[in-house]
């Protein structure tokens, strides 16, 4: 983990943003705290942040600060869903999701007309796994199956989707991090997919 790793010094030099900006961001929670990793260098116990995360969150931070509020922005950054909702029409008109993957969402729920938050998270999640090209349609099914009967069970939200196969059978997991399960040698994971990034792509996407 260490060389995804940026100490604060850095962080302050790349972004341009001040000690105060950093951690008045931290106070509103547009920053997560356990992105503040502390440990023990030759000066002392010093901060460090995951890089491409943190680098990326500040980014977002800079785009969005002159058309939202911190508290806007701090409901944006929330693992927990929002309370919004869509049309059919809405979702592929403005791109939030392909037609073949609210297809797949359809075929479970056919008289469903407006989509919440965490219908169009497990939709959203189907879509990201069906252009890498790796699942075909049913499997779609498998991954819209699970979102609905377990992801409730993770608080905030915070959890990764695991997509795997043995000897032709498709499995999908939701579980707080990916070391906690361990496969035998005849499965193979097919993709994995860190749930609370997906929900902050999500909610960018809507804004």
């Keep these: 983990m260490d060389q995804d790793l940026m100490s604060k010094k850095e962080l302050l030099d790349l972004t341009g943003i001040s000690y105060g900006q ?3 961001w931290k106070r509103k929670n547009l920053i997560p705290e356990d992105w503040f990793i502390r440990k023990s260098t030759f000066t002392g116990q010093e901060t460090f942040f995951p890089k491409e995360r943190m680098l990326q969150r ?6 969005m600060k002159d058309g939202l509020s911190l508290d806007e922005m701090a409901n944006m950054f929330s693992p927990s869903p929002s309370n919004v909702s ?3 029409e809405q ?13 797949v969402f359809l075929s479970r729920h056919p008289d469903k007309q407006v989509f919440p938050f965490a219908d169009l998270l497990a939709i959203y999640l189907v879509d990201i796994a069906l252009k890498t090209g790796d699942i075909h349609l049913d499997e779609g099914g498998i991954i819209l199956e699970t979102m609905e ?3 409730s069970r993770f608080e905030d939200g915070k959890c ?7 000897l032709g059978v498709s499995l ?3 579980c707080s991090t990916a070391d906690d399960v361990i496969f035998d040698s005849a499965t193979r994971v097919v993709f994995e997919f860190d749930v609370t990034k997906c929900v902050e ?4 996407k809507l804004v």
């Design 201 to 204: 792509d999500l909610k960018l």
């Design 172 to 174: 999908c997991i939701l």
């Design 149 to 151: 009967e377990s992801y």
């Design 86 to 88: 869509f049309t059919r």
């Design 91 to 103: 979702l592929v008109s403005q791109n939030i999701v392909t037609e073949m993957a609210l297809e």
């Design 58 to 63: 500040i980014e977002q931070i800079k785009n």
């Design 160 to 166: 990764r989707l695991v997509f795997v196969r043995k």
């Design 22 to 24: 950093l951690y008045r």
